[in-house]
């Protein structure tokens, strides 16, 4: 139980201090790598007392141990109390408590779960109970699985981050009773304040899989395509208001579209292109026909699509980056030719600039070696990366991943070719946090014909100058086909998607790596 200590010191909290108006007590967390420091800004009404108390355990711990009138309970245990914080808010109810943390090895993967509360109440000793924080202590290089998981077994989703940090996914395959995959309108956050997963209220407003998501200027999320029930491909879309945290039906595509890519243009706008129309995995000739070139625009303020450049020919596993000038670069992928009428395809090295102050698509520098379904990032210095990716070819149905990587410079319309990645990899997610450069997951081995190959598990990282790739971490379980994102400031990535546990249950859980 607590302390005779920190039992005066609540009693003398409730004699010295009169109750003042309730605020909304919070509690956010920043920091925690080993080696470093874990910080704590506290919110609460000015001039009142708080009591900050870190834990292993989630407890809970009942007041009544210290105030048999108070029935509620702390949501952390009270295995610290000597690392226990009282002080008080300043005049803006405000304040910070700091733990310095050693870079000893022996406390990575311990779980920190800390509550603050507030006193004295009226009747109660206690006024108000904070939400809690977690995180799992750990050296940078360090991965591991995130505090929750998912609340159902879950794959495809699309997932974004959200203007105050948190991490929206929307939609999925959701395995069901009778252990087939549905589409599904889920919408969850990953919230890195708790590393933990919540079920929202709000639902898409058309179920799906792979859907493209992509933050609005506003901070609203549109989701749109993607793949429905029995393979169908989507032209629909939803957008997620998280300030109101309602969902609303937005204006359909054109034409059906999965696999596509949709890049937020300067003006609000979201440009689309590319992915196919239709599966069709039984009529090989037929699918290629049904991989687009066209392009269009969603205008969020008048909720309508509008027709777009296309490209020169049909293409699907590109990637597209917004330019420091407002141009779209568009690179690579698996594009359709035509001879004598009959579909030719092949993956290709060129690349492309889509103009919206113009509206035209024109050619861009080729990269040097042709890649599909390749990792490409935009630097926080306007530069672009490209890693890694797919090359072969599609006729003789022999592919292979590659481990180059190429820099876009758009001030001299040029790439330039920079150090390998340690694997070769398709699929790779390209983070930077911490003023390096990482990726994590993918496959070494590909088959196009399947999507799929052997995962990769190693992660590496370089510097934005160098672009020397050096292994710095391994992942917990192998996560082929999955999204990393920079959360917590840049101080952790998170990577969501389902790993291989090796059972036959779906994974549910995230992963966090320390770059």
């Not at 609540?10 to 109750?19: D, Y």
């Not at 080993?34 to 989630?58: D, F, H, R, T």
């Not at 990032?377 to 190429?406: E, K, M």
Request: aromatic share 6%.
């Amino acid at each position: 139980m607590f302390s005779k200590l920190t039992l005066s010191a609540f009693c003398a909290c409730a004699v010295l201090f009169a109750p003042q108006a309730s605020a909304q007590a919070n509690l956010t967390r920043t920091g925690g790598v080993l080696g470093n420091v874990l910080s704590y800004s506290l919110e609460g009404a000015p001039g009142k007392i708080y009591v900050l108390l870190p834990s292993p355990s989630q407890g809970p711990t009942p007041l009544s141990l210290i105030d048999p009138l108070d029935p509620r309970s702390m949501d952390v245990g009270i295995e610290l109390l000597n690392r226990l914080v009282i002080g008080s808010f300043d005049g803006a109810g405000n304040a910070t408590v700091n733990f310095p943390l050693p870079a000893a090895p022996a406390l990575s993967g311990i779980p920190i779960y800390t509550q603050m509360m507030t006193v004295p109440g009226a009747p109660t000793i206690v006024d108000e109970i904070s939400n809690r924080t977690d995180l799992v202590l750990g050296l940078p290089g360090d991965s591991h699985l995130a505090l929750g998981e998912l609340s159902v077994e879950t794959a495809g989703y699309t997932s974004v981050v959200l203007d105050d940090g948190r991490v929206l996914l929307g939609g999925g395959g959701v395995v069901n009773g009778l252990g087939a995959t549905v589409p599904s309108t889920s919408l969850r956050i990953y919230n890195p304040q708790t590393q933990g997963f919540e079920d929202l209220a709000a639902s898409l407003t058309y179920p799906s899989i792979t859907a493209a998501g992509t933050k609005l200027s506003d901070g609203r999320v549109l989701f749109c395509g993607g793949i429905g029930a029995t393979d169908s491909v989507l032209s629909g879309a939803s957008i997620f208001d998280p300030s109101t945290g309602l969902t609303t039906a937005a204006a359909s595509m054109p034409v059906p579209r999965a696999q596509h890519t949709a890049t937020l243009l300067a003006d609000g706008r979201v440009f689309v292109t590319g992915g196919v129309k239709a599966l069709n995995s039984a009529d090989l000739l037929s699918a290629l026909g049904d991989i687009l070139g066209s392009s269009a625009i969603y205008d969020p303020v008048g909720n309508s699509w509008s027709a777009a450049a296309s490209m020169p020919q049909p293409a699907i596993g590109h990637s597209a980056t917004r330019l420091p000038s407002g141009r779209v670069l568009i690179t690579g992928g698996l594009e359709i030719g035509s001879l004598f009428g009959v579909p030719i395809p092949s993956i290709t090295a060129r690349c492309l600039f889509f103009n919206p102050a113009t509206g035209t698509m024109t050619s861009a520098p080729s990269l040097s070696g042709v890649r599909a379904l390749h990792g490409q990032i935009g630097l926080s210095d306007g530069r672009v990366l490209v890693a890694g990716g797919a090359a072969g070819d599609v006729l003789t149905q022999s592919f292979f991943s590659v481990a180059t990587c190429r820099v876009f410079n758009e001030a001299t319309n040029s790439w330039t070719s920079v150090g390998d990645l340690p694997e070769v990899r398709t699929y790779p997610n390209l983070v930077e946090a911490g003023g390096m450069v990482h990726v994590l997951s993918g496959v070494g081995t590909i088959d196009l014909t399947t999507l799929s190959g052997s995962p990769v598990v190693g992660i590496a990282s370089a510097d934005l100058t160098s672009f020397a790739w050096t292994s710095s971490g391994t992942m917990v379980f192998a996560r082929p086909l999955s999204a990393a994102l920079a959360v917590d400031g840049g101080e952790r990535i998170v990577v969501l998607g389902p790993g291989d546990n090796g059972t036959a249950v779906v994974d549910r859980t995230a992963e966090v790596f320390i770059p």
